[in-house]
């Protein structure tokens, strides 16, 4: 293991101070899990990009309705 120090933010303290209390474990010891939890899982594409990912793949989407699939329905008024 290393030693490390973060600053955090007053209220992230506070949260943070209070679930280990509340769950009967050190400050270390929640900051180690949801680190690990976070780490574990694999990087998502931001934003609504990741809902058109494929788009190639339908042959009834063009180019011209891009701002359908980017913005939902309410784009083509």
């Given at each position: 293991?290393?030693?490390?120090?973060?600053?955090?933010?007053?209220?992230?303290?506070?949260?943070?101070?209070a679930r280990a209390e509340r769950?009967?474990?050190?400050?270390?010891?929640?900051?180690?899990?949801?680190l690990r939890t976070a780490l574990?899982?694999?990087?998502?594409?931001?934003g609504r990009l990741r809902e058109?990912?494929?788009?190639?793949?339908?042959?009834?989407?063009?180019?011209?309705?891009?701002?359908?699939?980017?913005?939902?329905?309410?784009?083509?008024?």
């Open positions: 293991m290393h030693r490390t120090q973060i600053i955090l933010e007053d209220w992230q303290y506070q949260a943070l101070r769950e009967g474990h050190s400050i270390s010891e929640l900051v180690r899990e949801i574990a899982q694999p990087p998502h594409k931001p058109i990912e494929g788009i190639a793949e339908d042959p009834a989407a063009y180019g011209r309705n891009h701002d359908r699939f980017l913005y939902g329905d309410a784009a083509k008024r």
